[in-house]
């Protein structure tokens, strides 16, 4: 395995200042006391219990963890409960049914306000819909929508009826969006005409329908009218209308189909190691409950919040904390459809004072932006509404955290700096703001009942202050249980690398690595695969490589990331033409596109460097990460083990041309 980013790597790993949390806060917060990560330690697995206590089960489970077979591990295993009826139909049974579930605000100023009686007749006409389509239970919906009501919609009408769906970003290529359907054997679509980008419209169907032509199996689709006018279309054969499916079935109502806590509820595509996206499983229980748990002891909402998280929906965070989690513990949750900066850099702030929201939760590339932009912006709102601020997806260190701290909570908010992952399906690293210190530029240390190790390469625990693999040693309610192609990938890139089968010693490997210091706080340091996370976003390298190398006249490819005071990682593209050196605009625009039809714009390189050569090994593997030292400018190591050392000294004299 390549240690590309992290261990022994010479970025400076700083943390600032330790930030107790604000008397007033832990006076309020859902979790104050210390004790429950002894409690939890102490009662393990049970202490889970608390987690899954949060729900509503329609067959109450007797068994916490079942760890018969290892690591395909099963939570909750004898319950049944239904993922739409605990974020939604019990909400009215508790007499909240005029409370807003959803505070929808679009791209261009409108706004829209489901409360969870408005949620309840779109998810049952929707769902009686999805049935008269032919959506059985287990059929993979895909689900290709922005961030407009009718995502959330869409996801829990097929919760409702035991239908996992797999969203795909709406910002993906037709392309993308067919691998995804093709791996999921998916043969419904949930897509819309188009969307605004910044002041355009832009078309969504066209996209998804270059997909399906891509795709051997029928598919039936739905298309939500969001532009009206601004981009008429014409719906084909087997393509149905959202609305008027939703005229046809008013007033249905369909039973919420109980779901063995095993169930899967959801797939969802991630970038891993090799070019081919993995489709990570999520079940019903587990999932669900700690979607739950988090939200309520990490971000500590409650029901009476408004609580934004300013994520995607085609992304796992917003499928955790914009819908699952929140609307699981009844409360409030904003979904934006715009930019931070349209119509003008203080929209998140004027959303945040129109709205009063408690709880905001946003990634730290966004964080850099605002403090790009200068604190002026935010100063023009009142936020004193705000109680808690979070960040995630990627390390922030502590100047951005401090301005975070300091101009948007006013040195009166906790931030959680929330680790985790797709695999991990909720929080898994991180304070708890009622209890524990902040460090800016720490997460944190794993939540109660997580054993969250850093491991050196024989799996060894490292000495606190040094850096080594993060791994976890227990289960948790929320793991992904297997990938969508079989156990056997999943056991490979996860498990191989720590486990000793022989003895029933199971560690997950999380593909990061991070530095671990006396209290046990986790500072994440990168990744050792072939993911960069540009703007909190993952990509596999090897996935925008092969974009590259499918581009007639290119030869071959190196994809490194290159850190980026906004972005955190760039995309940065080695490319060698057949004819040996060829910096021409066309091809430079051929790989372009290539990248944005493979995957989509958000992998487009910032800088695509034309060489002679790729720098190799003796035996011809490309030295990809000598290719990251120069594009980051660090200091070279030895390069003399190079088939071809001379190639270095041109890259790196190209570099300082430009
Ligand atoms: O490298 C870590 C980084 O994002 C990766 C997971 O990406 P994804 O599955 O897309 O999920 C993102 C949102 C949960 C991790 O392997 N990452 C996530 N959160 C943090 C982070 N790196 C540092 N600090 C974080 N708080």
Not at 213 to 240: A, C, F, M, W
Not at 422 to 437: H, K
Request: some cysteine; glycine content about 8%; hydrophobic content about 35%.
């Amino acid at each position: 395995m390549v240690d590309r980013n992290g261990c022994g790597h010479d970025r400076p790993v700083l943390t600032g200042s330790p930030r107790s949390p604000p008397p007033s806060f832990v006076e309020q917060a859902n979790v104050s006391d210390p004790g429950i990560y002894d409690e939890f330690e102490e009662n393990w697995p049970e202490c889970w219990e608390r987690a899954a206590d949060l729900l509503s089960w329609r067959k109450p489970y007797e068994t916490v963890l079942d760890d018969e077979n290892a690591p395909s591990y099963q939570w909750f295993p004898d319950g049944t409960l239904n993922a739409a009826e605990n974020c939604v139909d019990r909400h009215l049974e508790s007499g909240r049914k005029t409370h807003t579930a959803i505070r929808w605000e679009g791209k261009h100023g409108e706004r829209k306000t489901y409360t969870y009686r408005d949620l309840y007749v779109a998810i049952n006409e929707f769902a009686a819909a999805l049935r008269d389509l032919g959506v059985e239970e287990d059929d993979v919906v895909t689900i290709y929508l922005p961030m407009i009501p009718e995502l959330p919609i869409a996801m829990l009408s097929c919760a409702r009826i035991g239908a996992p769906h797999n969203v795909v970003f709406a910002g993906l290529s037709a392309d993308a969006l067919a691998t995804r359907m093709d791996a999921a054997d998916s043969e419904f679509l949930v897509t819309c005409d188009g969307y605004y980008r910044r002041g355009d419209a832009f078309n969504q169907k066209s996209k998804a329908d270059n997909a399906r032509l891509k795709l051997e199996q029928d598919v039936s689709t739905v298309v939500v009218d969001r532009l009206g006018d601004d981009l008429p279309h014409v719906l084909g054969d087997d393509e149905y209308d959202y609305h008027e499916l939703r005229e046809t079935f008013a007033g249905e109502t369909i039973d919420p189909v109980p779901r063995e806590a095993e169930d899967m509820l959801f797939l969802m595509y991630t970038s891993g190691t090799t070019g081919e996206p993995k489709g990570v499983v999520h079940t019903t229980g587990g999932y669900l409950s700690h979607a739950a748990w988090t939200s309520h002891a990490v971000l500590d909402v409650k029901p009476e919040d408004t609580y934004w998280c300013a994520a995607d929906i085609g992304w796992i965070t917003g499928h955790t904390y914009i819908v699952y989690g929140p609307l699981a513990l009844g409360t409030t949750t904003v979904m934006y459809e715009g930019t931070p900066d349209y119509p003008d850099r203080d929209r998140l702030w004027e959303i945040v004072d129109r709205n009063a929201v408690d709880i905001f939760y946003t990634a730290p590339t966004a964080i850099r932006a605002f403090m790009k932009w200068g604190s002026e912006y935010p100063a023009g709102h009142d936020l004193s509404s705000l109680r808690l601020l979070g960040t995630v997806g990627e390390p922030i260190s502590p100047r951005p955290w401090n301005w975070y701290y300091e101009h948007i909570g006013n040195e009166e908010c906790p931030i959680v700096d929330t680790w985790w992952q797709t695999e991990t399906g909720a929080v898994t690293v991180s304070t708890l703001p009622g209890v524990s210190e902040m460090k800016p530029g720490a997460a944190g240390p794993g939540l109660p009942g997580m054993d969250v190790r850093v491991v050196d390469s024989t799996g060894t625990e490292v000495d606190s202050g040094d850096s080594g693999y993060l791994t976890i040693a227990r289960p948790w309610p929320g793991m992904a249980r297997t990938l969508y192609d079989g156990d056997k990938r999943f056991q490979a890139e996860y498990w191989d690398r720590f486990s000793d089968p022989d003895t029933d010693d199971w560690r997950y490997f999380s593909g990061d690595t991070a530095r671990i210091d006396e209290d046990g706080y986790i500072t994440v340091l990168g990744r050792i695969d072939d993911v960069i996370n540009v703007s909190g976003r993952r990509l596999s390298t090897t996935e925008i490589e092969s974009a590259i190398t499918g581009v007639a006249g290119v030869a071959e490819a190196a994809v490194v990331g290159r850190s980026s005071e906004t972005n955190g990682t760039d995309v940065y593209a080695y490319v060698s033409t057949e004819g040996g050196y060829d910096d021409d605009a066309a091809v430079r625009e051929a790989i372009i596109d290539s990248i944005e039809t493979a995957i989509g714009p958000i992998a487009r390189p910032t800088e695509i460097l034309f060489t002679p050569e790729l720098p190799k090994t003796r035996s011809g593997k490309i030295m990809r990460r000598l290719l990251e030292d120069v594009a980051n400018g660090h200091e070279l190591g030895d390069t003399s083990a190079l088939r071809n050392p001379e190639i270095v000294g041109e890259i790196q004299a190209e570099i300082g041309e430009e």
